[in-house]
């Protein structure tokens, strides 16, 4: 139903990544995250973890709001982060060949999704510190959408359509190679569908 891959590297020069990627199946569903610590190394690492931490902790079946209440919560006293968060599934109320959507971006990380159009709109704030308030993005994906999911390690005018093409893993790698900024930690994250 998913086909996923990703990657993740600290600045050049680091030894600690200040970014970090959840991928969790259920038996239907799959949730998909990229953390983005403030800054670089050990301060940075500890906050993007601590964020997948969380989110691993809870049930799959959590709404996106309190997930994300929750990570802002957790990262509380450490140097904070930007996410996103999506949910990927099968509902009772999904049309029949595609799967629902939900997601929620805080900050700087971005969301594209090809094959669907959908209204992502980010929060501004940093978790951990300030969100006024998380908006929550609800869609459905037909069957041979694509999720991509990068920090501002990647570049954002990576040519994603030229792209398209790719297989998830080599996407990963070719953004990596390509398309990565040295100076900050990286993290991409791809999710096909197949309904």
Avoid at 109 to 135: H, N, T, W, Y
Avoid at 163 to 189: F, I, Q, Y
């Amino acid at each position: 139903m998913f086909t996923t891959a990703y990657r993740t590297t600290p600045k050049t020069g680091e030894r600690e990544n200040g970014d970090a990627v959840l991928v969790r199946r259920g038996a239907e569903s799959i949730t998909l995250a990229v953390i983005d610590g403030l800054g670089h190394g050990r301060m940075a690492a500890l906050a993007a973890h601590a964020a997948i931490e969380c989110l691993n902790r809870l049930p799959l079946t959590v709404e996106l709001e309190e997930a994300m209440r929750a990570v802002h919560e957790a990262l509380r006293g450490t140097r904070g982060a930007a996410g996103a968060v999506c949910q990927l599934g099968a509902t009772p109320t999904t049309t029949p060949g595609t799967v629902s959507f939900i997601c929620c971006g805080v900050g700087n990380v971005e969301i594209r999704c090809f094959g669907a159009k959908l209204p992502i709109l980010l929060s501004p704030g940093v978790l951990g510190a300030r969100v006024q308030s998380f908006r929550i993005c609800r869609g459905e994906l037909p069957s041979g959408s694509r999720l991509v999911m990068f920090s501002d390690g990647i570049s954002q005018r990576s040519p994603f359509d030229s792209l398209r093409h790719l297989d998830p893993e080599p996407l990963c790698e070719t953004l990596m190679r390509e398309h990565r900024k040295p100076d900050d930690d990286a993290s991409v994250l791809v999710c096909d569908t197949e309904a």
